[in-house]
């Protein structure tokens, strides 16, 4: 896979071991793609999980490992789970590595913004949900008096 404008970063794993990546911009349809899909389906209670999954592969196809005999230059693409699982040792280095794509390849994210625009977004889903189902509480009383 060809990346565009790759550009090196490091992570540290749980460890404490620091690991290089290559991200990359996504192609503008498979980023509008996942730009869209990636926020919504993390949403805890609402997203949806494997859809989440998904979306990440497809996120981490334009993340690269160095090349093992130039590590200034990108390699491996991490296109499937096995290479995922094979080159990031655990949860939480995948997910800084999710979010320096997020802040890569969406302006507003960008400079530590990510995690405000989700604490923003979950705190409107919250009043969305407290709306809705104050709204449909109401039609679902009775309207008449039981006996």
């Known amino acids: 896979m060809n990346l565009l404008k790759p550009k090196r970063i490091e992570v540290t794993t749980q460890d404490g071991e620091t690991r290089a990546y290559f991200v990359s911009r996504f192609p503008a349809v498979q980023g509008r793609e996942i730009?869209?899909?990636?926020?919504?389906?993390?949403?805890?209670?609402?997203?949806?999980?494997?859809?989440?999954?998904?979306?990440?592969?497809?996120?981490?196809?334009?993340?690269?490992?160095?090349?093992?005999d130039d590590p200034d230059a990108p390699g491996l693409c991490l296109t499937t789970r096995a290479l995922v699982d094979n080159h990031v040792p655990d949860w939480e280095a995948l997910a800084r590595v999710e979010i320096a794509m997020m802040e890569y390849n969406v302006s507003?994210?960008?400079?530590?913004?990510a995690s405000t625009f989700f604490a923003g977004f979950a705190k409107k889903a919250q009043a969305w949900i407290s709306k809705t189902l104050t709204d449909s509480l109401g039609q679902s009383l009775p309207k008449t008096k039981q006996p």
């Open 108 to 113: 507003f994210f960008g400079n530590g913004r």
């Open 35 to 68: 730009i869209a899909k990636y926020p919504l389906s993390a949403m805890p209670k609402l997203g949806d999980y494997a859809v989440n999954e998904e979306t990440m592969l497809k996120l981490m196809g334009y993340v690269a490992v160095p090349k093992p």
